[in-house]
Structures are given as structure tokens and as C-alpha cells.
């Protein structure tokens, strides 16, 4: 608060005496109230919860088995002396140490069907591109280098694939994670069975390129199909499959292919 000033005019005699004068009422001027120059602190914003927040875990394992099969396919190229791949227990172990199984245990299940399509997306670049070591394990040269060719377009994509589906998941709103032996979680234990199978099966070595979510049918009770004499527990792609949950191990699944 500004206080006023009252100013005293002190008269000066002729013997030396002085004498006091009234208090003199002359307006002084008052400066204006100072204004405050500290502005409000800035409101703190929160990041809106959304489904990414669920999947740091499997984004944090991606990213670490990304590396594994950087630093494994550096391992395998320095064994390849023109059509010749020697190993050496040190690169069987960097392989080894790349398998992407640890990422699928950190996919929830029940996420929406575009959500589940771009992280699947992901998931399969890494099992195509650990696939493709497949071949140096056996003792054909030509097979070994036509398999390591299969993982050149997964981990050229890898990134971008990762990034579309950090993108998806953000503007996803959070998914509630439903119980381990539901129909949503029997069908993606199916789909990484498919997964594992079409980058493994027949022979293969990786280099499936999947950009859809292949339909899937779980029958209500087993079924046999015509021209089987087991049953089975549903199809996808139109290949045959059984599925069983087993609580503490999960759900093991068996498709009906090579």
C-alpha cells in the first residue's frame, strides 16, 4: 500500500529562532500502484492416457531384440567367405540370444483388430528376420545365403513399421486386458502360431510379409472336418488348428501344417 507524504514547512526567523508552521496540505504527487510482474505458472499438462501405455513393454522388447539381430546378422557376415558361411559358437549364440519369443509375451490381447494388425506387423518383421538364420544352422551354403536375403526387407521396414504402430496405440484410447484363457487371448496365441509357422514351416526361412489380420474361425466345440478323424478346435487362413489354456503355462496351439 502507497502511503502519502505530508511535508513540514519549517519557517527560519531574523534572531535565529524557528518557529513551526502548520502542516502544510500541498498535494504530492503519488506514483501508481506498482503491478505485478510475475506472470501464472503454466498449467501442467498430462498426457492423455491411451493405449501406448500398455505396450511400452512390448515397444521396449522390440527395440531390444532389434538390436540382437543387428548384432547377430554382423556376427553371420563376418563368417560368409564368398559361398562358404563357417560359424563359431560365438555367432550360434548371438542367434540364439535374438530369438523374438520374449516379445510376444508382452502383447496384450484384446487390443482393436488395427491396433493388434500393426503390432503384429512389428512382431512378425522380428520372427521373419530371426527366421532367416534358419539356414546357417544347416550345413547348405546355397540355402544358408538364400535365407539370409529373407531378412533384409523386414529390418529395412522395421522402423517405420514401429513407429506406425507407436503412432496407432497413442491415438488408441487404453484397452482393458481381458482374462488369459478368453476368446481374445486363444485367438492371438493362434496368430503368433500362424506367425511362427509361415516364417518356419515347410522349409521356410523367414521373409513373410504380412500386412493383414487373416480370419480366424474357433468353432464352439471341437470339430471334425470332413476327411479328418481328429478334431479340431477352430481354422485360420484355412489351416486347422487345436488350442488348449493351461493355467500357469498359458495356451499351447498346434496347427495342422508342415
Known sequence: ?????????????????????????????????????TSAAPATTRPVPSA?????????????????????????NARITGATVTLDQATTDAIDAADPAVVRATVPAGLPSDLERAVLI?????????????????????YALDCLRNGAAPAARFEADVAAARRLAAATPPVATPAPDSRPAEELAVRFAWIDEVNNGCASCGGMVIRDLVPITVYGA?????????????????????????????WAVRLNAC
Open 222 to 250: 471341437p470339430t471334425v472336418p470332413p476327411l479328418y478323424t481328429s478334431a479340431f478346435d477352430g481354422e485360420i487362413d484355412g489351416v486347422y488348428f487345436t488350442a488348449g489354456y493351461t493355467p500357469g503355462s498359458g
Open 1 to 37: 500500500m502507497v502511503q502519502a507524504v505530508v511535508v513540514l514547512a519549517v519557517a527560519v526567523a531574523g534572531c535565529g529562532s524557528a518557529t513551526s508552521s502548520a502542516p502544510s496540505t500541498r498535494p504530492v504527487p503519488v506514483p501508481p500502484a506498482a503491478t505485478s510482474t
Open 52 to 76: 501406448l501405455d500398455g505396450l511400452g513393454p512390448f515397444f521396449d522388447a522390440a527395440s531390444a531384440v532389434d538390436a540382437r539381430l543387428r548384432a547377430a546378422a554382423t556376427a553371420v
Open 122 to 142: 512389428v512382431y512378425n518383421d522380428l520372427v521373419s528376420r530371426h527366421s532367416a538364420f534358419r539356414g546357417v544352422l544347416r550345413s547348405d551354403a546355397q
